[in-house]
């Protein structure tokens, strides 16, 4: 899991400020795929990118948050105008083949976002 | 994805076998089952996957029923570090985004 990782490990954001969660794969990883977590809660898909591409963002919440995966550098989620709800722990997962069924996902250690 | 069901909770002392249940009766041909588990504070770490036959790896053992309507995770010595909420999750074909239910919560007691 320590090769998945992930910063700010832990975020304070005032409510209308910008979040900016990044995640840099494994190794040799090209496919991304971003989760979150409500306290007490299971965790829930949000988006999967491979590098330059959405390929799927049926969970991601239609507003104010936004995925990319560039060809150079991290991936990055971004939160506009938080509010007090986005506060959780958002865990990203690279995967090697991004075939779903068939292919392990490695997570990394997760962002907290709180919301003040 | 298929529906999963497991035990809100299970309870093990160290050093014995441990058996996690889960259900997926509504489970397709070609859903392969897979198991992650979280430990306090961490993120979700891969502990097995299948679809037919019986797997085997360092971690543990998964058994899968013939009409695999469910599976058993099989932990062969529990010890305190695998403490921790257990999912069993079944991943439909072309579906990345794993679907994680509320898992089992495995307190091991020493």
């Known amino acids: 899991n320590a090769d998945v990782m992930q910063n700010p490990r832990h975020l304070v954001r005032r409510r209308g400020q910008e979040a900016r969660l990044r995640c840099s794969p494994m190794?040799?990883?090209?496919?991304v795929y971003w989760y979150r977590q409500l306290p007490e809660e299971g965790l829930k898909f949000m988006v999967y990118?491979?590098?330059?591409?959405?390929?799927?963002e049926s969970g991601m919440p239609k507003e104010r948050f936004s995925a990319e995966f560039p060809k150079e550098g991290p991936s990055i989620l971004r939160i506009q105008q938080v509010v007090r709800g986005d506060s959780a722990a958002y865990f990203c997962?690279?995967?090697?083949?991004?075939?779903?069924?068939?292919?392990?996902?490695?997570f990394g250690p997760g962002t907290r976002l709180t919301v003040l | 994805d298929a529906k999963t069901t497991q035990p809100n909770s299970m309870e093990s002392n160290e050093e014995e076998p441990v058996h996690l249940p889960c259900n997926h009766s509504?489970?397709?041909?070609?859903?392969?089952i897979h198991w992650y588990r979280q430990l306090p504070s961490q993120g979700p770490e891969y502990v097995i996957h299948?679809?037919?036959s019986n797997v085997n790896n360092r971690m543990a053992s998964l058994a899968i029923a013939e009409d695999r309507k469910s599976s058993t995770l099989i932990l062969h010595r529990a010890t305190l570090r695998d403490a921790a909420v257990y999912y069993c999750?079944?991943?439909?074909?072309?579906?990345?985004?794993?679907?994680f239910g509320k898992g089992t919560h495995l307190i091991i007691q020493p």
């Open positions: 997962a690279s995967s090697l083949m991004g075939q779903g069924m068939t292919d392990t996902q490695y």
């Open positions: 190794k040799g990883h090209s496919h």
């Open positions: 990118l491979q590098k330059e591409n959405i390929i799927d």
């Open positions: 509504t489970i397709s041909g070609t859903d392969y």
């Open positions: 299948g679809l037919t």
């Open positions: 999750i079944s991943a439909r074909r072309g579906a990345d985004g794993l679907t």
